[in-house]
């Protein structure tokens, strides 16, 4: 299992005059209804403990006034605290004075937001660039970083247009690009996509799913679209009022839901979609028996939806799948009676 990147624990943020006296009040059970009503304080978060870990899109989702955005701001100390604490890596953030704190956000982590937050007045290669001349790179050399993550969010020839020249899947690009320019480990993106029209979406989601696989950034995400989180992450969790209601892979969340919010949240979640590979597959020993098989089986790598390969197997096409990981080493196998008892197994 991947390290630790970014340990939330026992967190607490509650908007107010005097939001420390409230926290023994929430503590003791006062609901948000109460809080606001009787006290007029606004519970934020409430006792969150959770643990984000490197190289991973962490998926962090619920309706509006969840909490999901008041907490990928703590991240990088946008939003203090009321009580609780935030290491990422070893370092406790919320010890940090305002230079170190100026430097963590320049090197450790970088935002992209859902309104873009270009800057009108700079070219492509400016905002790109903008962040490494912060840090005190020289506009030559940070051209030539930025003209790099330019090309790969494909805006080559783009780099001397502004930013009301492009459409906003194109403007989004360019704020991803000036995430990835600073090279940061952490990258926060608060609701990037939920601007965009559909298609445009998916596209975003294609390149953010092909870049995590070449450079395996630590990345929260933000959203309110459950397919979405689906689709991006290898964890979700999900707020309700404040709370953390479930925290789990995305199968395990549409299979076993932690209780009826969750559950009503993905009803007409089609599970074949989700479920992947390795969630199915038997041991390696039954693939080693399996091998001796006369139909050669089909082979699909553990991440891989059982959607994709299902057909082969109900036409006859394949009697087996091997499930391979990264290099190709056989972890596993299924055959459409594996994916028949897990699905009667887990209504």
Same mark, same amino acid.
């Given at each position: 299992?991947?390290?630790?990147?970014?340990?939330?624990?026992?967190?607490?943020?509650?908007?107010?005059?005097?939001?420390?006296?409230?926290?023994?009040?929430?503590?003791?059970?006062?609901?948000?209804?109460?809080?606001?009503?009787?006290?007029?304080?606004?519970?934020?978060?409430?006792? @969150? $403990?959770?643990?984000?870990?490197?190289?991973? =899109?962490?998926? +962090?989702?619920? &309706? /509006?006034?969840?909490? %999901?955005?008041? #907490?990928?701001?703590?991240?990088?100390?946008? @939003? $203090?605290?009321?009580?609780?604490?935030?290491? =990422?890596?070893? +370092?406790?953030? &919320? /010890?940090?004075?305002? %230079?170190?704190? #100026?430097?963590?956000?320049?090197?450790?982590?970088?935002?992209?937001?859902?309104?873009?937050?270009?800057?009108?007045?700079?070219?492509?290669?400016?905002?790109?660039?903008?962040?490494?001349?912060?840090?005190?790179?020289?506009?030559?050399?940070?051209?030539?970083?930025?003209?790099?993550?330019?090309?790969?969010?494909?805006?080559?020839?783009?780099?001397?247009?502004?930013?009301?020249?492009?459409?906003?899947?194109?403007?989004?690009?360019?704020?991803?690009?000036?995430?990835?320019?600073?090279?940061?480990?952490?990258?926060?993106?608060?609701?990037?996509?939920?601007?965009?029209?559909?298609?445009?979406?998916?596209?975003?989601?294609?390149?953010?799913?092909?870049?995590?696989?070449?450079?395996?950034?630590?990345?929260?995400?933000?959203?309110?679209?459950?397919?979405?989180?689906?689709?991006?992450?290898?964890?979700?969790?999900?707020?309700?009022?404040?709370?953390?209601?479930?925290?789990?892979?995305?199968?395990?969340?549409?299979?076993?839901?932690?209780?009826?919010?969750?559950?009503?949240?993905?009803?007409?979640?089609?599970?074949?979609?989700?479920?992947?590979?390795?969630?199915?597959?038997?041991?390696?020993?039954?693939?080693?028996?399996?091998?001796?098989?006369?139909?050669?089986?089909?082979?699909?790598?553990?991440?891989?939806?059982?959607?994709?390969?299902?057909?082969?197997?109900?036409?006859?096409?394949?009697?087996?799948?091997?499930?391979?990981?990264?290099?190709?080493?056989?972890?596993?196998?299924?055959?459409?009676?594996?994916?028949?008892?897990?699905?009667?197994?887990?209504?």
């Amino acid at each position: 299992m991947a390290d630790i990147k970014i340990a939330i624990k026992s967190l607490y943020k509650i908007f107010g005059a005097s939001p420390e006296k409230m926290v023994k009040l929430v503590k003791k059970d006062l609901s948000k209804e109460d809080l606001l009503e009787k006290n007029n304080h606004v519970l934020g978060l409430n006792n @969150i $403990n959770l643990n984000i870990y490197e190289r991973t =899109i962490h998926v +962090v989702m619920g &309706l /509006s006034g969840s909490g %999901k955005s008041t #907490l990928i701001r703590h991240i990088n100390r946008l @939003i $203090n605290p009321t009580a609780g604490s935030l290491i =990422i890596g070893d +370092v406790d953030i &919320l /010890s940090l004075d305002k %230079k170190q704190l #100026l430097k963590f956000r320049r090197s450790e982590t970088a935002m992209v937001f859902q309104k873009f937050a270009l800057l009108p007045h700079k070219t492509i290669i400016e905002n790109v660039s903008f962040g490494l001349q912060i840090q005190g790179v020289s506009i030559s050399d940070s051209h030539k970083k930025a003209q790099i993550w330019i090309d790969r969010v494909g805006l080559s020839g783009f780099e001397k247009h502004y930013p009301q020249q492009l459409s906003g899947g194109m403007q989004q690009r360019v704020g991803l690009a000036r995430a990835l320019c600073n090279d940061a480990g952490i990258l926060l993106m608060d609701e990037a996509f939920s601007a965009l029209d559909p298609l445009i979406r998916k596209d975003m989601q294609d390149m953010l799913l092909q870049l995590q696989s070449e450079l395996h950034k630590t990345i929260v995400f933000i959203t309110h679209d459950l397919d979405e989180a689906l689709r991006l992450g290898d964890c979700i969790s999900i707020l309700k009022d404040g709370n953390l209601v479930q925290n789990d892979k995305p199968e395990d969340i549409i299979v076993r839901p932690a209780d009826k919010y969750v559950a009503d949240f993905v009803k007409d979640v089609n599970r074949l979609k989700v479920l992947r590979a390795k969630t199915i597959m038997t041991n390696l020993s039954n693939a080693e028996e399996s091998s001796t098989s006369a139909q050669r089986p089909y082979r699909a790598h553990e991440d891989t939806n059982i959607e994709l390969f299902l057909p082969h197997l109900l036409s006859g096409e394949y009697d087996s799948v091997e499930v391979v990981d990264n290099d190709g080493n056989i972890r596993g196998h299924i055959t459409g009676k594996n994916i028949s008892l897990y699905l009667s197994a887990n209504k």
